[in-house]
Structure formats: structure tokens, C-alpha cells
């Protein structure tokens, strides 16, 4: 169903409509094809994204051609996920999209899964949803781990996103996605830059400053461990974005890695460099890093839960 890189279309839907705005994000989508990219994400929660995608969609085949989207996010039904609303949030996509069906619809972001799992809604929604053809697939796309393996168990997905959560900084997606694949569920894995943290080429500590809602999604330890491979980066002169995907994409636990991109040119970038791969040597040294992370990590948890008194 998947290609190895997706276009990932949140960044699609950025600013207000106008026509140079609505043709740099269809063009986006052309150049995405053409480089071989064969998936591209979307949500009615991105602004114009689904327009704009309707706009190349509408004038051109796009033969093989597979595309997600979302619902529960609807800025018109915000987190609601009772089967009406997300009926009406996944034909007006269609509408928009000018398709007849998507290849996979994802209940997004729910703050809880009780109306998500609950009877005759949600996931029920959805299903009859697929039944009917409007969609091939179902899914689920959120931040907690705890959510996805809640609808994995219970056999409600067929493909999962997440997100921001396996990169060179923090990889505490791996057993998710892992727990994934153990089940035959897909896996779709968003924001491998960290919602930009790592793509910018400037200093993390200096990124969070001028977008500190980024600490919403990551702490400050992630922070840190980024400024870190930020100054490994410089003292090899290698590119930290570059060998970052170049990380993400020589994993086999993602499906399809999601790209972000405003314009033609960076989903340009973005692909030589999710295909370039990066000197050897620098490639052994950080994977010998990460691994050196991640042990460290593990003694850290051990440590917390072996102090007196510790919550268990």
C-alpha cells in the first residue's frame, strides 16, 4: 500500500489561500510524484492542505497514488468522533480531494478512546465507512503510544501513525512500532525532524527559543541530546537533517516515513537526502553513538526504579 517516503501534507496547508500559495502546494505534490514518491498524508485539520492537494489532483492522474487522511479534527466538528460527524468529515475530504474513496482514513487525535472504541462510533464509523468504499483502510493517528496499542488490540486498525518519536534524538517509537508490525498492523511515521527541531540547520536550543511549543511535544532532555548531535554534526561537517534521515530511513519498523514540505524545492531536498546516504564512516560513528544513547538510557531507568521509595 506504501512507498518508503511520504509527503507528509501539514506544511501543504500553511498561510492563507491565494493563488500562488494554491499552486506552489499542488506543485509540491507534482514534484513529490516525480522524484517517486507515491503517498501523501493529509487532514482537513491543515489548513488548506486537502484544497491544495485537490488542486494537482484534479489535473493530473497520479496513477498508483495512495492517500491518508483524517478525521475527528474537522475545524467545523473538532473532536468529534460520532459516526455522523465523521461521515460528513470524510465525504467533505473526498469532496475536496475530488476522489472517490482514500486509501486510508485515520481517527486523529482523540483525547480519549472511549468515543473512539465506543459502539456504533468511532472506529464502528469507519469501518461501515470502508465497507461502503469510501476508504480502503483505517487507521489511527495520535501521539499516545498507550492509544495505539489499545486499538491494535483491539483489531480496530489496519495502519497506525505516529509520530516525532524515532529519530537520531529519541527513539521510544520503536517498540510501537515494532508491536505493530507484531500484529500486522501498518505503520506510518510522521515528523521524523521533530516538527522541524532538527531540519532548520540551526542550533536546537536556538530553535526551541523562537518555537517553544515545541516543547509541548518534547522535553527538555530531547532538547539537549538534539543540541548534542547538533555540535557531533558541526565537528564532522556532515549535515545533522541529512544524517537524521538517513537514520530514519535505514529502519525497517516504519511502512512509510512521512516528509514535510512547503514547496517543490525542499520536497527536493528532502528526498536527496532520504536517498543519499552519508559517508560510512560518519553513518558506523553515529550509529555507534545512538546505540551508546540508548544504553544509557536504560541504565537511567533501571537506576529510577531500583531508588527506595520509588513508585512502581
Known amino acids: 500500500m506504501l512507498t518508503s517516503l511520504g509527503l507528509g501534507g501539514a506544511a501543504l ?49 497520479f496513477a498508483n497514488l495512495t492517500i491518508s487522511t483524517k478525521a475527528g479534527t474537522h475545524p467545523s466538528r473538532r473532536l468529534s468522533y460520532a459516526a455522523a460527524d465523521l461521515r460528513w468529515s470524510l465525504e467533505n ?20 478512546m472511549d468515543p473512539v472504541l465506543a459502539r456504533g462510533d468511532g472506529f464502528d ?19 499516545s503510544h498507550e492509544f495505539h496499542r489499545r486499538a491494535i488490540d483491539a483489531g480496530a486498525v489496519d495502519v497506525i501513525l505516529t509520530y516525532g518519536d524515532f529519530n537520531i534524538v529519541r527513539r521510544n517509537g520503536a517498540g510501537l ?35 517553544p511549543n515545541l516543547l509541548s511535544w518534547y522535553t527538555e532532555h530531547d532538547i539537549t541530546v538534539a543540541q548534542g548531535w547538533y555540535e557531533w554534526c558541526r565537528e564532522r561537517e556532515v549535515s545533522m537533517r541529512h544524517l537524521n534521515m538517513q537514520f530514519v530511513m535505514g529502519s525497517d519498523l516504519a511502512d512509510c516515513v512521512l516528509t514535510g514540505a512547503m514547496d517543490a524545492d525542499e520536497i527536493e531536498t528532502n528526498a536527496r537526502e532520504a536517498t543519499t546516504p552519508v559517508p560510512e564512516e560518519i553513518r558506523a560513528a553515529a ?11 536504560s541504565r537511567d531507568a533501571r537506576q529510577s526504579h531500583a531508588r527506595p521509595g520509588q513508585a512502581r
Open 125 to 143: 464509523a469507519l469501518h461501515r465507512m470502508r465497507d461502503e468504499g469510501l476508504c480502503r483502510n483505517v487507521g489511527l493517528g495520535v501521539h
Open 13 to 61: 496547508g500553511r498561510g492563507p489561500a491565494s493563488p500562488e500559495a494554491d499552486e506552489a502546494g499542488a506543485r509540491t505534490l507534482e514534484a513529490a510524484y516525480r522524484l517517486g514518491i507515491r503517498h501523501v498524508d493529509t487532514s482537513p485539520a491543515y489548513g488548506e492542505s486537502e484544497r491544495r492537494l485537490g488542486i494537482a489532483l484534479r489535473r493530473s492522474a
Open 287 to 297: 550509529l555507534a553513538r545512538i546505540e551508546e544513547l540508548d544504553a544509557q538510557v
Open 93 to 112: 475530504s473526498l469532496s475536496v480531494l475530488g476522489r472517490e474513496y482514500v486509501d486510508l482514513a485515520l481517527i486523529h487525535d482523540p483525547p480519549s
Open 177 to 211: 512500532m515494532q508491536y505493530a508490525k507484531d500484529h500486522g498492523v501498518g505503520v506510518l511515521l510522521g515528523s521524523p525532524m521533530m516538527h522541524g527541531l532538527l531540519a532548520s540547520g540551526e542550533e536546537p536550543v536556538s530553535v526551541v527559543e523562537q518555537r
